[in-house]
């Protein structure tokens, strides 16, 4: 079945330095998602991407979709305190189903 | 926003009892709505899709007679794990699709002692 992976599995920042999670289908998308999940907290929904090659903005976050439309990225310029969580993608492929990456879990020390 | 809601958020029962959990739809009618486990440290896993008016499709691996999903109406959406056992215990969360947007309830906590 379908897979859905991210990279890194975990990542530890200085306030202030860039993060990147990348999320990697085996299986061509017709969209995707993020979400970001607080500890203790339910996943809350921050973007979809639709179109191949699409980069989208908001504020510190630039979120991106490969030309393929297998992969996508996450990025966040100067992390803060408050970009504590675990970062998922999440995957269509066509049913409005979507199939959770494996998530990665972002610390950022003051 | 869309707004989803589920009850309880907390649960802790003995082992062999059954447990229902709801999911509403609040401010949205959701034909479709969608049940996740998830354990600590650990991704979401979609566990069934709950349809209105007509029967749940599961994912493979997951028991269907364990996990009994009815979607009743446009609005509400309930999981009963029936007898349930320590393994069981988990972080379960519904979500339902409003304007091609996918929007998560609270989740809840079961705990099977």
């Known amino acids: 079945g379908q897979q859905v992976m991210q990279i890194p599995q975990y990542q530890h920042v200085q306030e202030g330095e860039d993060f990147t999670t990348y999320c990697n289908s085996s299986t061509t998308l017709s969209n995707i998602q993020w979400y970001k999940q607080r500890p203790g907290g339910h996943p809350v929904f921050l973007i979809q991407?639709?179109?191949?090659?699409e980069v989208k903005k908001q504020k510190r976050l630039t979120f991106q979709f490969g030309e393929a439309k297998k992969n996508s990225s996450l990025h966040i310029t100067a992390t803060q305190t408050t970009d504590v969580g675990t970062y998922f993608c999440?995957?269509?492929?066509?049913?409005?189903?979507?199939?959770f990456g494996t998530g990665t879990r972002l610390k950022v020390l003051a | 926003g869309a707004v989803v809601s589920q009850h309880p958020s907390r649960v802790i029962c003995k082992s062999g009892t059954s447990v229902k959990i709801e999911c509403r739809s609040l401010d949205f009618q959701a034909t479709t709505m969608f049940w996740y486990r998830q354990f600590p440290k650990q991704s979401l896993m979609l566990m069934a899709t709950s349809n209105e008016g007509s029967k749940a499709t599961y994912e493979q691996g997951v028991e269907k007679d364990k996990f009994l999903i009815n979607h009743a109406s446009l609005t509400l959406s309930t999981l009963t794990v029936t007898s349930a056992h320590p393994e069981d215990s988990s972080f379960y969360i519904c979500?339902?699709?409003?304007?091609?947007?996918?929007?998560f309830g609270p989740g809840t906590r079961l705990l099977v002692l």
């Open positions: 979500s339902a699709t409003y304007s091609e947007t996918q929007y």
């Open positions: 999440a995957a269509d492929s066509g049913t409005y189903k979507y199939i």
């Open positions: 991407l639709v179109k191949s090659g």
